[in-house]
């Protein structure tokens, strides 16, 4: 079946700009995870969704982070006014439940890039 | 705090030769421990886990031991051949009720036939 899709594959942006970056997690995973993989920082976890419901946000580096999901699906990670510092590859991953028994599913990601 | 430290890499080897990749880890808890790989230009995937003490995960010629009493699960493998050339990330769950994986810096591996 589909596996994680995430959009857009790429994204240039300039200083200042607002982005918003879109996963469509596995049918039924009802575990939603971000990650940001960048040079300088490795693999950190961002934000965490069970449903439509985000109980950890607390790897969200600032208020400029935001992100959502719907219907208990779809979830999109918005940046307001990036800085170059937020260049990083944007992960997502989904797991049909909650627990480090369950496998995550991670997505191609979306490269930002911050000019 | 939580986290996970990786041998520094590039490790480039031979085809055929064998292959540890060291992770250590700081948990306050008793997690579970992952092995994911990451090939060029493909995403990240479960390579094994192990989810207690002595356990010991396998899956394509690779192995990890979960050692408690010297917070370890080093990677291994006996014969490396060219496709296993890519990212290898050590990683730790479950010390929260969300699921969320701390993972190490990767180790990049470079098999040469």
């Known amino acids: 079946g589909a596996g994680v899709s995430q959009s857009p594959s790429n994204k240039v942006t300039e200083k200042g700009k607002d982005v918003e970056l879109r996963c469509d997690p596995i049918s039924g995973h009802t575990a939603l995870y971000w990650y940001r993989q960048s040079l300088g920082q490795g693999l950190e976890f961002l934000i965490y969704f069970q449903g439509n419901s985000a109980p950890d946000k607390s790897g969200l580096p600032s208020d400029r982070f935001s992100a959502e999901r719907t219907g208990g699906s779809v979830s999109t990670l918005t940046i307001q006014r990036t800085q170059q510092e937020d260049s990083a590859v944007y992960l997502c991953a989904s797991s049909p439940e909650t627990g480090s028994s369950y496998e995550q599913y991670f997505g191609p990601g979306t490269r930002l890039t911050v000019t | 705090g939580n986290s996970v430290t990786q041998m520094e890499g590039p490790v480039t080897l031979s085809e055929e030769a064998f292959l540890t990749i060291n992770c250590t880890y700081t948990?306050?808890?008793?997690?579970?421990l992952f092995w994911y790989v990451q090939y060029p230009g493909e995403g990240l995937q479960l390579l094994l886990k192990a989810t207690k003490a002595d356990d010991k995960g396998s899956n394509k010629g690779f192995e990890a031991t979960y050692r408690k009493e010297t917070t370890s699960f080093h990677l291994e493998k006996g014969s490396v051949q060219v496709s296993d050339s890519a990212v290898y990330f050590c990683?730790?769950?479950?010390?929260?009720?969300?699921?969320?994986?701390?993972f190490g810096q990767g180790t990049t591996l470079q098999v040469k036939p």
């Open positions: 990683a730790l769950s479950g010390l929260s009720n969300t699921g969320k994986l701390i």
């Open positions: 948990a306050t808890g008793y997690p579970s």
